[in-house]
């Protein structure tokens, strides 16, 4: 930060001294001053180019296979690019590749870092150049995560999607049905942070447009309406109630199974009765497939109410056996807490006694000492005064 360019000379040196000497420290912390030290070698020393900075942390991050030092060169090779005002694109693009075949690697256990320099790295390269075959691959890689049990790799994940519908404008409508699903799948996530970026993510690939097929399909069906005549605009209703009701009932049958093919189709029936009386009247169809629409959506909604109610009961049942049996573990755990304590009581009561008993022996036997003790000594007074006379 003080010196700047001047120090462009020894950039090499210092970028394989943080790498090779720092990057293995198991503290977080000094990994943590590495990210820091890219970055402001990145900002601040501008004059060589960045692949002397972001080329030993490619290498490092694709070859060692040390857990700690993958974490580093991951979260370092984040921290520069991201940092960088122009990262060389076509070398992070190069790169791009190889660094997205360790999310299927084994020895790599960093993924979570991992995904967050693809992120940076897509967000570097912008749309330039790309190749559809990169992101065939790249995207079911990285959406694989969005189910991880690690909720970073999680939010890393949805980060990195999040950045290829910003970079990728021409490329990315071509997926946009598959992300889509799986991120609408996955945007209830049990933790705040990452259920929040699931939906932002999901926000961007869903303002994204159509690919140019289904455009031309949908302009060519409006002109063939708009230039068909009365015949054709009864077709065309007849059509798109089809479609609309095949569509309904896809979506009524996931949720209500069974339900949904016995109730759609009487609006259909009787749209064939009105043309059978030669009723031409479009106002008149769309109000008899109105009230059909609702009376079948009426009984769609109560069969699946009491569906509900049904699994809700089942699952109060479950509940209830649950407290049952843990109730039962209680008070079992409880009878033999009570043994217990019955028989530690019982084993002091026999120790006290054992206790008083040797004491009452040795006073016994120290009282037999002091008279043994009495009695030799009173002899050996005698013996001395006999001497003595």
């Known amino acids: 930060r003080s010196h700047g360019d001047s120090l462009a000379p020894h950039l090499s040196k210092m970028v394989s001294t943080v790498l090779l000497r720092r990057l293995r420290d198991p503290d977080s912390s000094v990994r943590a001053a590495c990210a820091t030290a890219s970055v402001d070698m990145t900002t601040s020393i501008t004059g060589p180019p960045f692949s002397t900075l972001s080329g030993p942390m490619i290498e490092i991050l694709i070859h060692d296979c040390d857990p700690n030092t993958q974490i580093g060169a991951a979260v370092c090779l984040a921290a520069a690019i991201d940092a960088a005002e122009d990262p ?68 890393a994940a949805a980060e990195a999607m999040a950045k290829v519908a910003i970079a990728e404008e021409e490329l990315a409508p071509l997926y946009k049905k598959a992300c889509v699903g799986i991120l609408e799948s996955r945007r209830f996530d049990k933790v705040k942070l990452v259920r929040e970026t699931m939906n932002r993510t999901l926000s961007l690939w869903k ?94 909604s109560s069969s699946a109410s009491s569906s509900s109610q049904a699994k809700k009961a089942e699952e109060f049942a479950q509940i209830r056996n649950q407290i049952s049996q843990i109730e039962k573990q209680q008070s079992s755990l409880l009878d033999l807490f009570q043994r217990f304590m019955e028989s530690s ?41 006999c001497l003595q006379n």
């Open 88 to 155: 060389d694109a076509d070398q992070l693009q190069k790169a791009l590749p190889k660094i997205g075949k360790l999310l299927k690697s084994e020895g790599f256990k960093a993924k979570a870092e991992l995904l967050g320099a693809i992120g940076s790295v897509i967000g570097a390269v912008n749309g330039r150049n790309s190749e559809k075959a990169v992101l065939d691959w790249l995207l079911p890689n990285v959406s694989e995560f969005l189910s991880s049990d690690d909720w970073r790799a999680r939010k």
């Open 345 to 385: 009581q019982n084993g002091m009561q026999s120790l006290e006694r054992r206790v008083r008993g040797l004491e009452t022996s040795l006073s016994v036997i120290s009282t037999d000492l002091m008279v043994s003790r009495t009695i030799t000594q009173n002899g050996n007074h005698k013996r001395n005064a």
């Open 207 to 300: 303002q994204l447009e159509g690919d140019s097929t289904e455009v031309s399909e949908s302009s060519s069906s409006s002109s063939k309406s708009v230039s068909s005549g009365k015949r054709g605009k009864d077709r065309n209703l007849s059509s798109k109630l089809d479609v609309a009701e095949e569509a309904a009932a896809e979506s009524k049958e996931k949720r209500t199974p069974g339900v949904a093919k016995r109730v759609l189709f009487p609006a259909k029936a009787k749209l064939s009765k009105i043309k059978e009386n030669g009723s031409s009247n479009k106002s008149e169809v769309v109000v008899v497939v109105a009230q059909s629409s609702d009376e079948e959506s009426h009984e769609a």
